[in-house]
Every structure is written in structure tokens, then in C-alpha cells.
């Protein structure tokens, strides 16, 4: 079975403080992305990457960064937290499109800055 | 990029087929059709995809018009454990990128 696990279930954080989700898949997956989940706006992609120390923006990147330095790991970074980014942060992995094309996803992360 | 459309609520009883319809007449012949659902305060889960042919899995089956404009998720025998929101998507773009629209609440009841 393939499995992704995020770092922390629950977090709480302070406005302006440095923030890292992390995000580990265990099937060697190339694709790796990190969606942000709020009630009536569903899931929005923030960003993504297809290779180590690739990454592309999605819809939603402002006031977020990503790192992938190894394959199996994808951090979501939020360089100085605000209040308007208290949300569930989902990470996702996916095998190359020649392979499949079905995502797989973390349990979530709910972030709740103050 | 294509649209679905999905009532936003069903009901079905405890062992009895749940049938979760979903519209995107704007498909493009490329785009393949996904069904994910979202058990509360956990991640979407994979269920099924096709093209254009009916296709089944341990979980589910997926029928597909031949016009490919609709599709409908079949549950066979509803538990209370599939309760959860139903998201139908239609795929785009480069690297896998899934647009999540509001999904059907299914509920299934005793």
C-alpha cells in the first residue's frame, strides 16, 4: 500500500513565525503535491514537483515556498505565517504519467495560525 | 479546462447500491474522468478512472455515456463507512494536477 505521512496532524503557530510541513511518500514516486483545503473552495493546488529539486507553482503559490531535495520528501514552507493561511494543508504523491495517474494523499495537516 | 457538475447532497440506504451521477459535457477527448472521496478529517482517497470504457474495481464501478458528457459512480453495497463527499474530476494539464470542484455528500443510512 502505498503511504504518505505528514508531519504533524494538528498545528498552531504564531503570525509572522517560520512554518514547515513535511510531507514523506514510501512508493518512489516522482510527483509530489502539496493542496491547501478550505470549506466551499474545495482544494486548491499551491504547489507541485515532478523531480528532486524540481517544483512548479500551482494555482495558489503567494506566501509559500517548497523544498525537494530527496525523492520521497516534499516540504511546504511558509516564510512568515498570517492568519489568512489557517487552513488543511494536504500533500499528495503520484507515480509518472506514463504509469498512472491517480494521486495519493496524506491524512492533513490543520494548521491554525494566530 | 473541463467542468464537472455534481448534486451537492444524496442519501442511500445501508447495503443497497449508491449511484452518484456527474456531468462534463465540455470533456475533451484526451481527459480522462477520476473519482476520489474524502471520509471527514481524512485525505481523499483514490477510487476509480477511465476513458471512455465502463470500468470496475475492488471498490467501485464507473459508467461512462458513450458521448462521454456524464458518468455515474456505483457503490454496490452502501456501508456507513462510505459515507464521506464524492468528488468527480476530469483531468488536466501537466503533472497530474486535479481540480477539486464541491464534490456530492453522500450519506448512507441504517
Known amino acids: 500500500d502505498v503511504k504518505v505521512t505528514q508531519s504533524s496532524r494538528y498545528l498552531v503557530k504564531r503570525t509572522g513565525e517560520k512554518v514547515f510541513l513535511e510531507c514523506v511518500q514510501d512508493?518512489?514516486?516522482?510527483?509530489m503535491f502539496w493542496y491547501r483545503q478550505d470549506p466551499g473552495l474545495g482544494l486548491r493546488l499551491i504547489y507541485f514537483?515532478?523531480?528532486?529539486?524540481?517544483?512548479e507553482k500551482g494555482d495558489i503559490p503567494e506566501g509559500y515556498s517548497v523544498s525537494r531535495e530527496k525523492k520521497e520528501r516534499f516540504s511546504l514552507i511558509l516564510e512568515s505565517a498570517s492568519t489568512n493561511q489557517t487552513s488543511m494543508y494536504l500533500c499528495?504523491?503520484?507515480?509518472?504519467?506514463?504509469?498512472?495517474?491517480?494521486?495519493?494523499f496524506g491524512p492533513g495537516t490543520r494548521l491554525t495560525v494566530t | 479546462d473541463a467542468k464537472t457538475t455534481q448534486p451537492p447532497s444524496m442519501d442511500c440506504a445501508e447495503g443497497r447500491a449508491a449511484n452518484l451521477p456527474c456531468n462534463h459535457s465540455t470533456i475533451s477527448g484526451n481527459e480522462y474522468v477520476y473519482w476520489y472521496r474524502q471520509i471527514h478529517s481524512q485525505g481523499p482517497q483514490y477510487i476509480i478512472h477511465?476513458?471512455?470504457n465502463n470500468e470496475t474495481n475492488e471498490m467501485a464501478s464507473l459508467i461512462i455515456t458513450e458521448d462521454r458528457k456524464s458518468s455515474t459512480l456505483i457503490l454496490p453495497h452502501a456501508t456507513l463507512r462510505d459515507t464521506a463527499v464524492y468528488y468527480c474530476i476530469v483531468r488536466v494539464g501537466y503533472g497530474n494536477k486535479l481540480v477539486f470542484g464541491a464534490g456530492t455528500i453522500l450519506r448512507v443510512k441504517s
Open positions: 512508493m518512489d514516486h516522482e510527483n
Open positions: 499528495a504523491s503520484s507515480p509518472p504519467l506514463s504509469l498512472g495517474r491517480e494521486q495519493y
Open positions: 514537483s515532478y523531480d528532486v529539486k524540481m517544483k
Open positions: 477511465g476513458l471512455k
